[in-house]
């Protein structure tokens, strides 16, 4: 952080650190619970910031004290030139953890690029190890996503994670085998509910899981031990006991962690969106085309951070957020 410069503190006194950067709303998945099959209601190109305009903004966030960036979507790998950028992000002053999410299925070629770009963490959706399930899910290969995995193993980003969504009916067979596929790989785990974003999200919710009973079921298979993860973010983790693998559970509906909210959500265009569960937002875009200076840009997001709100409603509200997940990259 610059001298004399205010942290990023919210008016629930929490501190932010993290900026979930989406640098497309675009995917190459349809995945049952985040966008609709054929849709294509997806932002023009011009809408959404340039390389330039980005780094701009992160610059600003990391002055305030931002030192962790994570590059998201829709799927950040169909961004062209994706490498460029994550190498323009990981040279500012001040961050000092680059990160990606992303479904893999370009990762393959694109995982080396990145590692030398200076990403130095992977998370990779996969919700199921069968390929014929992956394929009604997702509406993709998994054979593609399973390279991309190998891919990344062998550029080097440590840790990986993989985000697996459990949807009741659907994956629910699978929690042991993606745990002893983790096993194998040195992989960490991480389980999901599922979230009312976007109507597709909201429809989704009839295959929700209570994780809280999941991580019993678990147990019951797997010595799991409390364990912990540096830069583990909203989920709380268990460890198989006497290996290395970790399982985290990230509860938004059975046990919300909003207390420790540490991040905001830049969507491609540039709208700065102050909880995934809420619809605070400030657009960023227009200040950044009219020329603002850097201290402009700076005041801009301080006084955007007076709206984040304490918490998200999913359970109360859950009619809330019509944005589709791939808008905020979750
Ligand atoms: N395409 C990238 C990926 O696959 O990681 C980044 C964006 S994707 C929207 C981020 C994560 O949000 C994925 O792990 C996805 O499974 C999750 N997700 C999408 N819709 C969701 C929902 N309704 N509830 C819970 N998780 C959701």
Not at 11 to 34: A, Q
Not at 78 to 104: C, E, H, M, W, Y
Request: aromatic letters at 6%.
């Amino acid at each position: 952080m610059r001298e004399n410069k205010p942290a990023l503190i919210d008016p629930f006194g929490r501190r932010i650190e993290y900026v979930r950067l989406s640098v497309t709303d675009r995917c190459n998945l349809r995945c049952t619970y985040c966008l609709p099959k054929g849709f294509t209601g997806f932002e023009e190109s011009d809408e959404w910031l340039t390389f330039d305009e980005v780094e701009r903004a992160i610059g600003a966030f990391a002055r305030l004290g931002v030192s962790k960036v994570r590059l998201t979507g829709g799927e950040p790998l169909v961004r062209r030139d994706l490498p460029d950028l994550a190498a323009r992000l990981s040279k500012l002053p001040g961050i000092a953890d680059l990160s990606l999410s992303t479904n893999a299925v370009l990762l393959a070629q694109k995982a080396q690029a990145l590692y030398t770009a200076g990403v130095c963490r992977v998370n990779v959706s996969l919700d199921t190890l069968k390929p014929g399930r992956f394929a009604e899910i997702t509406g993709g290969r998994l054979d593609k996503v399973l390279d991309g995995l190998m891919a990344a193993k062998r550029a080097g980003f440590a840790p990986i994670k993989i985000n697996m969504v459990a949807l009741k009916g659907v994956n629910d067979d699978e929690f042991e085998d993606m745990v002893e596929f983790c096993l194998v790989h040195g992989f960490t785990l991480r389980l999901i509910e599922t979230m009312p974003v976007g109507d597709t999200g909201r429809k989704a919710t009839r295959y929700y899981l209570d994780l809280q009973k999941v991580k019993r079921r678990l147990a019951s298979r797997f010595d799991l031990i409390p364990g912990v993860m540096l830069g583990g973010g909203p989920a709380r983790y268990m460890q198989v006991a006497g290996t290395p693998l970790r399982i985290g559970f990230i509860t938004p509906i059975s046990q919300h962690f909003c207390a420790s909210c540490n991040r905001v959500r830049l969507s491609a265009d540039g709208t700065l969106y102050l909880c995934l569960g809420q619809n605070h937002r400030v657009g960023l875009r227009p200040l950044l085309r009219a020329g603002a200076t850097d201290d402009e840009l700076e005041a801009a997001i301080i006084d955007a951070l007076a709206l984040k709100p304490e918490r998200h409603e999913f359970r109360e509200k859950p009619r809330q957020v019509i944005r589709f997940m791939s808008m905020t990259g979750g």
